[in-house]
């Protein structure tokens, strides 16, 4: 018995030290949680603009792997397994458009679309320019298209 107990203790000690060290990866649902996420953050900063009656901006950053708030600060980071592109507007509102979507008092948007894949299952999330509404949509193999 006390042997069985020591052999116990030894497999719980290993797993303690192996099971951290083996890689996570992103699974389809937290992906989609990331999707959701990302057009919360959007949605705050429409609602902000509309609310405000002023222009608020919204950062979307490949290189960071970021969505930056441009209401409340807050930041979505997506881990490096995802893959992350971003199809922006190159201008708006007749002024150039860096690596951001805006939202304007009257609701409407830039628009643009920011894409999160993870091997064949990934969504899309897209900011209509005219209406300002944001919706997430599966794509890839699981899409319904």
Not at 23 to 33: H, I, Y
Not at 35 to 59: F, H, M, P, S, Y
Not at 69 to 77: D, K, L, M, Q, Y
Request: net charge positive.
């Amino acid at each position: 018995m006390l042997e069985m107990v020591c052999v116990l203790a030894i497999i719980g000690l290993l797993a303690a030290v192996l099971l951290p060290s083996i890689p996570r990866q992103t699974s389809r649902s937290r992906l989609e949680a990331y999707a959701i996420e990302a057009a919360t953050v959007l949605k705050a900063d429409r609602n902000a603009a509309i609310r405000g009656r002023l222009e608020v901006v919204t950062q979307v950053d490949p290189g960071s792997r970021s969505v930056r708030s441009g209401a409340s600060g807050e930041t979505v980071r997506f881990p490096d397994d995802v893959k992350f592109e971003a199809l922006l507007p190159e201008n708006c509102n007749h002024r150039p458009v860096f690596a951001s979507i805006s939202f304007f008092a009257s609701g409407m948007s830039c628009g643009g679309v920011i894409a999160l894949t993870h091997l064949d299952v990934g969504y899309e999330i897209r900011v209509n320019w005219l209406t300002g509404r944001i919706e997430v949509v599966p794509r890839g193999r699981f899409a319904n298209t």
